[in-house]
């Protein structure tokens, strides 16, 4: 495969051994004659991006979700900056084999997979980030109670909890697995649902959506009764404001990642 042109996305390095990785990947990168830019993962843009025909995100799992909120088309390669600290689990690369995976890229010898993301709609206008791992929504103040109505294909249900994960099904593995939901294999159809900490008392009580599998077609619907309510994709980037009457549809986007998985 003919790699032109790559975007490595970092994490400022804490430590000499992130350093070192840092160093690493952009000395392969340029023996393989291959020109790269740099991006710093809390200062990003999609016009870094254009032209690109493959990113390289060095860091941990957050990096590279971040990295994913931003990618198109084309390649993604998690790189893990410290196996000690880091744990990894979209990088599939490190220091010490970096240099072997980008031949391996280049001779057109590695594996895809292409994994799902979800989109969603604040009062109907479409959020530019995609969730790799899910869309939380909650009060931005993780001790208040986030209050809301759920709707799934045309069932309501008003609630009160510490907020709604919904997850893909390469989320499953992280925030929602630690929340009591199912973890779904990596190639699975639909995506599933997550409610934090239901509160249950005199007037919100009875719940039957708790946790749910959704199909491709399915949306959740969300609106808000929250004075500081936000929703955010996969914990990073940018928090979107989600006050009371704040509408929210979330489900699968048709844009998948193409992440090299081995």
Aim: proline share 2%.
């Amino acid at each position: 495969m003919k790699l032109g042109n790559a975007l490595i996305v970092y994490t400022i390095p804490r430590n000499n051994e992130q350093k070192s990785t840092l160093e690493r990947i952009k000395g392969a990168v340029k023996k393989h004659s291959v020109s790269y830019s740099l991006a710093n993962r809390d200062r990003m843009d999609k016009g870094l991006f254009a032209g690109k025909d493959i990113v390289i995100a060095a860091g941990g799992d957050g990096t590279f979700l971040r990295a994913a909120q931003f990618t198109g088309s084309q390649l993604l390669l998690g790189v893990n900056a410290d196996v000690k600290d880091k744990e990894g689990f979209f990088m599939k690369a490190d220091k010490n084999n970096f240099e072997a995976k980008l031949a391996e890229i280049m001779d057109g010898n590695f594996r895809t997979i292409k994994l799902p993301r979800l989109e969603a709609r604040l009062n109907g206008k479409k959020i530019e980030a995609l969730a790799l791992n899910e869309f939380f929504i909650g009060s931005r103040k993780a001790y208040h109670a986030a209050k809301y109505t759920i709707e799934i294909s045309k069932r309501k249900e008003r609630q009160k909890s510490s907020g709604i994960i919904i997850s893909t099904p390469a989320g499953s593995n992280a925030w929602a697995k630690g929340c009591c939901g199912k973890t779904m294999p990596l190639g699975s159809e639909g995506y599933q649902f997550v409610v934090r900490e239901p509160y249950e008392g005199q007037v919100f009580k009875n719940y039957k959506f708790r946790y749910g599998i959704l199909k491709n077609s399915q949306k959740i619907r969300i609106v808000s009764e929250m004075l500081d309510g936000i929703l955010i994709a996969d914990s990073v980037g940018k928090e979107y404001g989600f006050r009371n009457g704040s509408i929210a549809e979330i489900g699968l986007s048709k844009k998948h990642l193409n992440a090299v998985w081995d």
